[in-house]
């Protein structure tokens, strides 16, 4: 094992990742730590899609679980417009928007704890941020996944196609060819997923460098 320091913080490096340690180029920064919030309220929404517990710890605890990289005026609009609902068990609804879910660390005032972030294809700089390893990541269109997808070795991978996009071929190209050099490590899944209509789904697994 190697003991490795950052900051203030100490961690340990199993043998099969030692030869990935490499020295930054620019000062090192402390990983910032999962920071609780405290006299933050939870919308209706949010507690009718989860539970009234679990939303309590989503809102009052900031953690980075996830990271979307597509065309961020899109996916802003989406994400703070009320376009979804949830049905309560009288059979009314209550409407919200999918940042009281995902709560993306752009769209949140510094007060209110967040539990994803939102990047821009183009972005520059974009590469420094693979230093953050959530457990997901997101690819909102084919450029977004050819550009950036050899970057996370460490989080699981979800890349999201249209067919009406210019780059779609380009994009399932790549994909097929990770998908045949890791068929061998191709596993049967327990969960049946099942898309909407209209929408394709391919699915591989690889063993995580």
């Given at each position: ?49 989860l539970n009234s517990e679990i939303a309590k710890v989503v809102v009052s605890r900031s953690h980075l679980d996830c990271i979307i990289i597509g065309a961020t005026n899109f996916l802003s609009k989406e994400i703070t417009e009320p376009l979804f609902a949830t049905k309560e068990t009288n059979g009314g609804f209550v ?115």
């Amino acid at each position: 094992m190697i003991r490795l320091r950052a900051g203030n913080e100490w961690y340990i490096i199993p043998p099969k990742l030692a030869l990935q340690v490499e020295f930054p180029v620019k000062a090192f920064t402390s990983p910032s730590k999962r920071s609780r919030h405290t006299n933050v309220t939870t919308s209706n929404f949010l507690a009718h899609f989860l539970n009234s517990e679990i939303a309590k710890v989503v809102v009052s605890r900031s953690h980075l679980d996830c990271i979307i990289i597509g065309a961020t005026n899109f996916l802003s609009k989406e994400i703070t417009e009320p376009l979804f609902a949830t049905k309560e068990t009288n059979g009314g609804f209550v409407t919200g928007e999918l940042q009281d879910i995902i709560r993306v660390r752009k769209f949140t005032t510094d007060s209110a704890a967040y539990r994803s972030d939102i990047y821009y294809t183009h972005g520059k700089g974009l590469g420094e941020k693979s230093q953050e390893i959530p457990d997901v990541i997101i690819f909102d269109g084919a450029t977004s996944f050819i550009k950036w997808q050899s970057l996370w070795h460490y989080s699981h991978l979800i890349a999201l196609f249209d067919q009406t996009d210019s780059n779609f071929d380009a994009a399932i190209q790549v994909f097929n060819e990770e998908n045949i050099k890791k068929g061998s490590d191709r596993v049967a899944f327990s969960n049946d997923f099942k898309p909407p209509v209209g929408m394709s789904l391919s699915i591989y697994q690889e063993t995580r460098k």
